[in-house]
């Protein structure tokens, strides 16, 4: 019965993968000979080279539940691990808005080969480069590689407003919108031609990521991508989350606080746009001491948080139907990885057998909560993030061994200092002034981290 028992808890805490029924077929180089280039599936690319994803996850024991672990993503002191600091550039869109382009490591602290592959962030719902959750996966996929690490360089896009970024244009972000980062990997390209493009997005990240790659599709700039904690269906996490007090009263009301938060410290700003929709927005949630996600939603983002068309949509949940990123998985055409976790108290489901496509590969672990994966370390009492060690496999895998086919993006010029695409004159970016360096330890005090 012992014996049982092992085996079935060990059964229990082992992630479980879901492929497509025909597993897309790669081009990778040989583990016996780095000139030779083979032909496997994206399944057994996966095997050889993501051992972690077919280990165990146990989480820490004071962290069981995916209440706590997710709490202590929020209450957890992270700034003296995971240091990672930033070259800051800001880019001006069409719209006027500004999207700030954080790069490490910083030019002066080393100089990296042309060709280093290149991890591109998407943060979470209000967070930045500074979040630990980023951290922990580009200190080490950045540090040296005599120091253990990786090597590559990593580049973390801001999202208007957000991380100190400032507030240019009567215009938000969220999780529909793909334009600003089609825009900042433009920009990336430019700067580092020769370099793969890896795209990892963490919780609204990883939906605007998923969205932006299912659009892109063969011709996507960024050459695979990883989602952690994407919400999927936003229909159906709403949903959830107004349904259980405890959800409406702590995650979704603390992340409505941050939302407002960031509007607030940009009032001064939308009010240089007197007669725009998102000032009349700010406004309104300015005054309001305690709102649900859904509230500031169906007030706010559905409104301004993205170019016309398709905003304004009629409702939040018009915009959640129109955002979620479930329903464009069939339009992947790059190696694609998606973890979430069954404990997640804020995603409430897996899109399993949505859709059926070889380029993407789901993982579910059964405990983990909203961006935590906590595991003990190997001290009494310290914790470590067990996702970042399938994370870093996938990232050298994607970066090192997988062999990119056919032609990536369309071709750009420039129109009055604008980088666009050619044919696609709605989306373009400019360097401007201002940037500087960034500690990404150093978060925006009053809100809420790890969300």
């Known amino acids: ?89 800001l880019l001006r869109t069409l719209d006027g808005g500004t999207i700030g382009i954080d790069l490490t490591p910083p030019a002066q602290e080393r100089t990296l080969k042309e060709d280093t592959p290149i991890v591109v962030v998407l943060h979470g719902l209000t967070g930045g480069s500074h979040e630990s959750y980023v951290r922990a996966i580009l200190a080490p996929a950045c540090r040296p590689v005599e120091q253990g690490g990786l090597g590559y360089r990593g580049i973390v896009v801001n999202f208007r407003g957000c991380a100190g970024v400032p507030l240019t244009s009567p215009q938000l972000y969220s999780a529909q919108n793909t334009d600003d980062i089609r825009a900042a990997v433009l920009y990336i390209e430019k700067l580092y031609p020769r370099a793969p493009l890896i795209g990892i997005g963490f919780s609204l990240g990883a939906n605007v990521l998923t969205r932006y790659l299912a659009e892109e599709g063969e011709r996507s700039r960024l050459i695979a991508g990883c989602a952690l904690a994407c919400p999927w269906d936003l229909v159906a996490s709403s949903d959830h989350l107004q349904k259980h007090f405890l959800h409406r009263n702590v995650y979704s009301a603390g992340m409505a606080q941050n939302l407002q938060k960031v509007v607030a410290r940009h009032l001064d700003a939308l009010s240089k746009f007197p007669d725009s929709p998102a000032w009349k927005a700010a406004q309104a949630v300015s005054t309001k001491k305690k709102m649900s996600l859904v509230e500031f939603d169906d007030a706010v983002t559905r409104v301004c948080g993205g170019p016309s068309p398709p905003f304004p949509f009629a409702s939040a949940y018009d915009y959640y139907r129109a955002a979620s990123s479930h329903k464009v998985l069939a339009d992947i055409r790059v190696p694609f990885l998606a973890l979430n976790s069954a404990d997640d108290p804020i995603v409430s489901s897996l899109p399993v057998g949505v859709a059926d496509n070889g380029w993407v590969v789901l993982g579910l672990t059964n405990a983990g909560g909203h961006l935590g994966w906590f595991e003990a370390g190997k001290r009494f009492g310290e914790l470590e993030r067990w996702i970042r060690k399938p994370v870093l496999e996938w990232l050298r895998a994607v970066g090192e061994d997988f062999v990119p086919e056919g032609e990536r993006g369309r071709p750009t010029h420039e129109v009055d200092g604008f980088l666009k695409e050619v044919g696609r004159d709605n989306v373009g970016s400019k360097e401007v002034e201002g940037g500087g360096h960034v500690v990404g330890a150093e978060g925006e005090g009053g809100l809420f981290a790890g969300l």
């Open 1 to 89: 019965m012992g014996l049982l028992m092992s085996i079935l808890s060990a059964a229990y805490y082992l992630p479980k993968l879901y492929f497509g029924s025909v597993p897309a077929t790669v081009s990778v180089r040989s583990t016996t000979n780095v000139k030779a280039v083979e032909r496997v599936t994206l399944r057994d690319f996966i095997q050889l080279r993501c051992p972690s994803l077919f280990k165990e996850f146990r989480p820490a024991w004071w962290l069981r539940s995916g209440h706590l672990q997710t709490g202590y993503c929020v209450v957890g002191d992270f700034s003296k691990i995971d240091k990672v600091e930033y070259d800051r550039k």
